[in-house]
């Protein structure tokens, strides 16, 4: 791989992973949120389901990541 190609990898690396962090932070968020509702005894279905939205869209970032790392590696 060129040198270029590895820049390249690189940033689009840094970029994931600034958007795993983010991700990681909003999922703790709507977690405190889903506990603080469940207290209350209020109604949890919407939380729930974005929740599960948002988890499935941390999957998609981590199998990025995992990715790009693997090409670095190769």
């Not at 600034?18 to 405190?32: F, K, N, P, S």
């Not at 603080?36 to 109604?43: G, T, V």
Request: aromatic share 0%; charged share 40%.
């Amino acid at each position: 791989m060129t040198s270029r190609g590895t820049e390249a990898i690189d940033d689009e690396l840094t970029r994931i992973e600034g958007e795993v962090v983010r991700g990681e932070r909003q999922l703790a968020e709507q977690e405190a949120l889903l506990v603080a509702l469940q207290r209350q005894n209020e109604d949890t279905s919407k939380v729930r389901e974005e929740l599960e939205r948002m988890r499935e869209q941390q999957r998609t970032r981590e199998h990025e990541r995992q990715r790009l790392l693997s090409l670095l590696r190769s």
